[in-house]
Structures are given as C-alpha cells and as structure tokens.
C-alpha cells in the first residue's frame, strides 16, 4: 500500500477527514502571506509534552507581520514517524518533530545520540546541541533528501527500570533480562554490552510487552512512567543516565528555501523559544513523575556509581567513530563542550 493510501486509510479511521483537504491543496512556492506551517508529531495531545510543543504555534503567532502560522496534527494522526519524514520529503507535510533515533534510518550519522554516554550531562547536552558547529552541519545534511533539521526538543536523559526492584548500578543486574529497545542498532547494542537482551519495539508496544512479560524491562525518561502508565508495572526506576537522546524538529527542504530568510530566522528563534519554554518546566516536570511513580510503589535509585556501566559500553563510541571522518568529526566536537561542565 502506497504512503498516501496509508495517511488517507488512517484519517477517515481517525475521523480527521477535515484534514485531507489540507494536505490535497496545491503549495505555493512563494512565500506569501498567511502561510500555515502543518506540523505533525507523534506525543498524545494533552500531555505535558504536547502541551509544550504546542507553545511552538503560540510564539510563531506573536508577530502576524511574519505572515506565518503552524497548525498542529499531534498523537500521529498522521502516522508512524518514519511517514511523517517521507511525507516531510515528498511535501505533503511541512514539519514534523521526530525522534532522533528515527532520522537515523535516514541519514546513520543520527545515530551519534544512542551513542552511551556521549553527554556527561544535562549542561553539556544543552551545551553541544546549541553550540556544536558539526551538529549544525548534520542538521543541514539532508536537504538533498528533501528535508533539513531546524531545531531540537530537549528529552531529557533516559534511564533503567524494570519490572521487578532492581537496582541497574553494574552490567550484572541486567544479566538474564530482556529490555525493551528502541528499533536502533547502536541502542541494542549498548542493552547488550550492559549485560541485558534487546527486544526492539515501538514505544506504543511496551505497556502490553511488560504487562505480558514479554520483556522485564525497559529505558527512557521519567515521562514513560506516568504518561504511559508504565509505573503500575515496574518496581524499580535507576538514574543510570545512559543516554540524552534529542527529538528534532525537521522542515521539507523546498517549503524552508520557499521562505523569505526574515521568516526562516523567526521560526528557528520561535523553535529555541519554545525549547527554553521545556527546559524551564522539565526538572519540575520530571520530578513530578518521580513523585507520582512512587505513590505507585517504584523504587527510585539516584547518585549511582556508573564506572562499571560506562566501560561496559567503551567501545560502541570507538565503533562508532570507525565509520568514518565525518562521524568521528561530529563525536569529537561534541565531546569539547563537555569541559565546560
């Protein structure tokens, strides 16, 4: 089934019918007045998440002398994030904020932010995602394909829980355990050298996968928990950190060169506006979680040791930069902002 069966299929079953008149319309490709910016993701509408994505359309309106406006299709309405890039490419869609992990099956260099243990922490994850002259590089990489990356939404570090209370302080409390993974290489590589057993799966399948025991465990952020209703399984959640893996926001390659370069700037300043909005709420929002998980039963271990889990995982950075100059170019300089923390 073609891509644009898939989206029409999903609509009319969804009851977004409106919707498709939208997305049959023919673009302009001048930037003209009143330009709607369509941006789709996958984070259920209500959630703080969406909430937060949603400040996004707020900012854009702040200036109607910018001519711009973003409408919002949340909860992938749309589809899975791999369609959302492919119609992202074809035009049928402007923007969508994706998971990082995704673009890797665009472009491999994405990969990087599976890479364990690339930031020391929340600061220099900050630091190198503004900052990094190689990461801008790679954000721009892909027009030719159709697409360009124009911003990042801020997840915070991911982390170890598991269905019974375990404490992920070394290799050997994964031993013996199935983790659910995201469907990425260099992640199932990294559950694997710590000692756990991968089971690649979507994020929308782990629920069921836990509650059927299907996997013992799994990793993300403080969100997973109470968003997705995962602290009614699990008994233990661990600070290990392993990773900050970023969302990016993307944008069709000939709707952003359509744009005047007055326009281009204000979208991108909107996009850290409303990253600077997430990061402000995200400590209190995450701790919230932990709250709420702990009414629930789960064990929360903080200020581990985590020598033992970062040597496990070396040598996945070396593999990584072994595929190249521009990979090893892309890791190194994001390891130089790491001295400022």
């Known amino acids: 089934m073609s891509i644009f069966k898939k989206i029409g ?18 673009k302009n490709a001048n930037a003209t007045a009143g330009r709607t910016i369509r941006l789709a993701h996958n984070q259920q509408d209500g959630t703080e998440i969406a909430d937060t994505i949603a400040k996004f ?9 910018k001519d711009l406006s973003v409408q919002i299709y949340p909860s992938g ?29 665009f472009d491999d260099r994405y990969s990087i932010f599976a890479v364990p243990y690339l930031f020391v922490g929340q600061e220099h994850y900050y630091e190198a995602m503004e900052q990094s ?32 209370d375990i ?27 710590m000692g756990g057993s991968p089971v690649p799966m979507s994020s929308s399948e782990t629920y069921t996968a836990l509650q059927q025991g299907v996997v013992d465990g799994a990793e993300n952020t403080e969100l997973a928990l109470t968003v997705n209703g995962h602290e ?12 900050y893996s970023p969302d990016i926001y993307i944008i069709s390659t000939d709707f952003w060169e359509s744009m005047s370069a007055e326009q281009q700037e204000y979208l991108k300043e909107c996009l850290a506006k409303t990253n600077d909005n997430f990061k402000t709420l995200y400590n209190g929002m995450m701790e919230a979680a932990i709250e709420e998980a702990q009414e629930h ?5 903080r200020d581990i040791d985590k020598t033992t889990l970062i040597e496990s995982v070396s040598a996945i950075a070396e593999k990584y930069m072994s595929k190249g100059d521009n990979y090893r170019s892309l890791y190194e300089d994001i390891q130089k902002y790491a001295n400022a923390q």
């Open 9 to 26: 299929a999903g609509l009319m079953a969804l009851g977004v019918i409106a919707v498709i008149g939208t997305f049959v319309s023919v």
């Open 57 to 65: 359309s707020e900012f854009v309106a702040e200036d109607p002398s």
């Open 77 to 105: 309405i749309l589809g899975s994030e791999n369609e959302e890039i492919e119609m992202v490419q074809a035009g049928i869609l402007d923007m969508a904020k994706v998971g990082s992990q995704t673009l890797s099956q």
């Open 133 to 164: 002259e190689e990461v801008q590089k790679l954000f721009e990489s892909t027009a030719d394909q159709g697409f360009i990356a124009i911003g990042y939404y801020a997840n915070g570090s991911r982390n170890f829980y598991t269905v019974d």
């Open 167 to 193: 404490c992920v302080d070394d290799p050997s409390k994964l031993k013996g355990l199935k983790i659910r993974s995201m469907p990425s290489a260099t992640s199932m590589d990294m559950i694997t050298a």
């Open 232 to 243: 009614d399984l699990v008994k233990a959640y661990t600070y290990t950190e392993h990773q």
């Open 297 to 301: 039963g789960v064990t929360i271990y």
